[in-house]
């Protein structure tokens, strides 16, 4: 597991300070090729603050975070704006649903494949045949995403009419239609019901599979997180407290604590 | 597939140029009057700035209240270059669009990195530095005077008013027509996905103050166009073309039009600048309408007439077409049992 040729992502004593706030200090984490890593912590733990930082759309204050897209070649992500990490390989979901509500489905998914465009301004002005190719190339890709995410029959629907569950999941095709090798997904199952919850699971284990994918998943749903993660991190106050498998971590006095207080826990 | 796409092209490509030949025409023949044509011709001029103000308050999700500086960037321009220059007029009314795309990019450079409404406070006080250059830099624009400029447009008095018609409104649908295949292409989707939620289109690879510029720069181009093209067509300027007054009437078509809409914003400014002079006999009491039109959309349609939808010929041809199928088959059906 340790060897280095095999660590998509090495986490080095990250902090990030807003005023006087410190939100996240002194974060460590290795990330492996093709593994499901959970992110817990109660709230305000800093959980999302560490995906902002991972995403680029937070630079951290102090430490360093490499990255070795799918070629090999290692990144250092510190200035780096979204739009770039997006284009090496790492794409998100969002806790609060960010989609472009007043389009439709499948435009919310052609926005995501502007990167792969082989057209240039001129053929979009006039029309030529390499615009029509290239835009039917992207359709014929919105269909296959779709079709996987059995949303097929949504395809001309405004994102903002889509029912909750839906939009959720339009989110994760939207993430995935940018190629990713490293899929963020913040709280991809807030506010769904257990038979959903499952379902989501069985689609997340899916894609993982089809996409060839490293995921990191923030998740209250204790249930979720055990089922589906090999592996676990806690934070809590903007620290790690604990690191393992699903069932060292049930088992760490530190992290019942946290959840649960120190009188509960028996410390 | 091939006929659709030949249909697509066909329909739109017929439209324009009836709107663009018909007219022209009928003014040619005089069934259409020198001062209704006028009039169109001023609506063009007006929609052309109204795409203007849509493309970056509605499109981009920019708020721009100095739309009127660039629109008097491009008017001085085209007077400059042709008069001073001796540029022949058609291409230094594309040479002006170009100086004021120009000035939106180096407004757009610092302004744009920001977020919120930092760009209506800094279009705003452009507007006002480019008419108080303009009033101050006597040698060159005549200061408070204005400046005259005679052209083919207003010195053919046969032909002048047919000649401003086919320019204005042919340049009106060109410019129409480019900004549709623009907006809905992959760049189209990216400057909408930057209003929709610039995090979320950062997150996907869309480089966001990149978008935003490349919105204002055309809004900028679009506005001196709109410029370049006014001065030839009333002959004469004055700084007050830029003043703040002018920008905001600008947004009123937008609004009234619906923010996002191109189709509406172009509709809405001819109306309003058809119902001006339809008003003429409330004199001064006209001034009172405007704002009355806009308390009442605000209040029973807030998001315009058209609110983000187009107008689109193709889907209007295809009801057209799925209504004539009907009665059609209506028909056919009738025959049938009166032969029964």
Known sequence: MSKDNDLLMKINNISIVFGGLCAVSGFSCDIHKGEMLGLIGPNGAGKTTVFNMLSGIYKPTDGQITFNDRNGTLHILGKASPAALNKIGIARTFQNIRLFNNLTVADNIRIALHSDRKVNPLDVLFRTPKFRRDEQIMTNKVHELLTLFKMDDCYGELAKNLPYGKQRKLEIARALAANPVFLLLDEPAAGMNPQETDELMKLIALIRKQFN??????????????????????????????????????????????????????? | ???????????????????????????????????????????????????????????????????????????????????????????????????????????????????????AIVTLAFGEIIRIFLVNLKDVTG?????????IFTTSLDHGAMISYL??????????????????????????????????????????????????????????????????FIGFIKPDLASFNNSINHLIYVVLGGMGSVTGSVVAAFVLTGLQEVLRFLKDYRLLIYPLILIFVMLFRPQGLLGMKELSFVKTWDKLMGLFKKKAAAKIEVKGEDNE
């Open chain 1, 213 to 267: 994918l490293t995921i990191l998943l923030i998740e209250h749903d204790m249930h979720l997180v055990m089922g589906i993660c090999e592996r676990i991190v806690v934070l809590d106050y903007g620290r790690k407290i604990a690191e393992g498998t699903p069932e060292e971590i049930q088992k760490n006095p530190e992290v019942i604590k946290a959840y649960l207080g120190g009188e509960a826990a028996g410390l």
């Open chain 2, 1 to 119: 597939m091939k006929n659709k796409v030949l249909r697509n092209m066909l329909i739109p490509g017929i439209v324009a140029v009836a709107a663009v030949i018909v007219p022209a025409i009928l003014i040619e023949m005089n069934v259409i009057d020198g001062y209704t044509a006028q009039i169109i011709t001023l609506g063009g001029i007006n929609a052309i700035m109204a795409i203007s103000v849509n493309v970056i308050s509605g499109i981009t999700g920019q708020l721009s209240l100095g739309q009127a500086g660039f629109q008097a960037l491009g008017a001085y321009a085209v007077i400059l270059l042709t008069v001073n220059c001796h540029i022949p007029l058609p291409i230094s009314i594309i040479l002006s669009g170009l100086i004021a795309a120009f000035f939106g990019f180096l407004i757009g450079f610092p302004t744009l990195k920001l977020e919120g409404d930092y760009l």
């Open chain 2, 143 to 151: 200061g408070p005077n204005g400046k005259q400029f005679s052209t």
């Open chain 2, 167 to 232: 320019a204005i409104i042919g340049t009106l649908v060109l410019i129409i027509i480019l900004l549709q295949n623009f907006l809905r292409s992959t760049y189209g989707r990216a400057i909408l996905a930057v209003r929709e939620d610039s995090i979320a289109a950062k997150s996907n690879g869309i480089g966001v103050f990149k978008y935003k510029m490349t919105g204002f720069v055309i809004a900028s181009f679009i506005a001196g166009i709109g410029g370049a093209l006014y001065a030839p």
